[in-house]
């Protein structure tokens, strides 16, 4: 279809001025504390965040809402700096955003945005002070035919100087008619969906008992079950608890995920407040790599591993359930935090100089030491890998005789040496900065913030292959098996 466009001029010419179009007229503006055109705007420009001072006056709206009618409000503000300089031209501004109805002005003072809010008419070379040489507006609002309303109003009070510096804006909510129900904030919402797949998994482990022998189901006879499989080292066991573990977080993170995509899905949303956004980016990311990720390689080796080269089991066993039994514990260390609203906040690499700092959440304490954890995990593991790939092939079995994806293991175990003790150096030293006050990423205090970034990087970009080797050892050994032909290159590869 492309081709075809391309090669019909006309197509191509609508296609360029479609795209042209979307470039030069965009629907929303970023600024620093907020998105023009949307409801919780119209003030950035003024101030960081709303000040007590200034209070708007939002008058007019009905007690009892009528279909269709068409009412005029009034909009005034009192307090701030508006009207201390008599020589001012600009006394102040605001900005209407209704969720319902229409909008329209009065007069010439106040003009309508893209979106239907209304907003005064600034100061400019062909109009000046309309619209800002005053303290009071008039607006005309027409009512839904159904429902109700929600208003947001901000006044800006402003000294008139020209500049940002010294104004003051203030914000006012008001709901008019019968309301919708009130959205659950985002952390219900992660709280019941994470129960709900405690639930599920739970289920799922119910079923595959249940399917062993489904004539003798019972619940006396699950309990000693489910209890032999917590605590067994056989390598097909825990690679199971691997997988289980991994499935599980996979989907907390699509959880995550999930959530702040209904946060980015409009402007203006307010589903999650700025703290909840950045705690919900930090553990998604987190999750996805730590808890997700690396456990189900880890559980798929652990299946696969001695299977392909002759083992019993791993060279360690008592280690290997150790390694994952980390994982829970360091999950539970990661997400301590969140349920209070001082989940670490910081983004999963962890920038310092920001980690370090007091600003910083306090769960982002805990969230560096359940990492911690998990590079104690990745460590016991590897060297279990390691062992058993050196001592345990069995008899007549060469390095250049084993599966490629048992090579994809040993290598990746490999890399993860070389890589992971960097990134448990780094966050040990942040750990000791948060806890006893330390100095390795103060500035104020000669710490290096970059030091950070170098020893996560070093292991974050073998990170990379150390996940993707074991991907590409299973499809090898998934077409070779099902083509029926051994892999070509092996040596090679």
Known sequence: MMLKAIKNPRALSILAILLLAVAVAPSAQSYPYGVSGVQNDGCS??????????????????????????????????????????????????????????????????????????????????????????????????APMEGGAKFILHTNSVNGDGTSGGDMYGRLTADVGPQPVEQASGLTVLASAILLMVVITFGCVVWVFYRQDPGAFSWERFWPWFSNTVTSTDHKTVGSLYMVNGLFFLGVGGLFALIFRIQLSSPGNDFLTQDEYNQFFTMHGTTMIFLAAMPMIAGFANWIVPLQIGAPDLALPRLNALAFWLNPAAALLIFAGIFSGQGADTGWTGYAPYIVSHTAHSGATLWVAGQILIVASSTVSGINFMTTFCTMRAPGMGWMHMPLFSWSMLIATLMLFISIPAFGIGLIQVLLDRTIGTTFYEVAAGGDPLLWSHLFWYFGHPEVYVVVLPAFGVISEVLSTSARRTIFGYKSM
């Not at 006056?57 to 068409?70: C, D, K, R, V």
């Open 45 to 142: 420009c003024h101030a960081a965040s709303p000040s007590p001072e200034v209070t708007p006056i939002l008058e007019g709206l009905p007690t009892e809402l009528e279909a269709g009618a068409t009412y005029t409000l009034n909009i005034s503000f009192t307090g701030g700096p508006s009207g201390e300089d008599p020589n001012a031209l600009a006394l102040g501004g605001f900005h209407l955003w209704a969720s319902a109805g229409t909008l329209a002005p009065v007069d010439e003072s106040v003009k309508s945005n893209q979106d239907g809010s209304l907003t005064h008419n600034g100061v400019d070379a062909d109009d000046v002070g309309q619209g800002n040489d005053q303290t009071e507006w008039q607006v005309e609002w027409t």
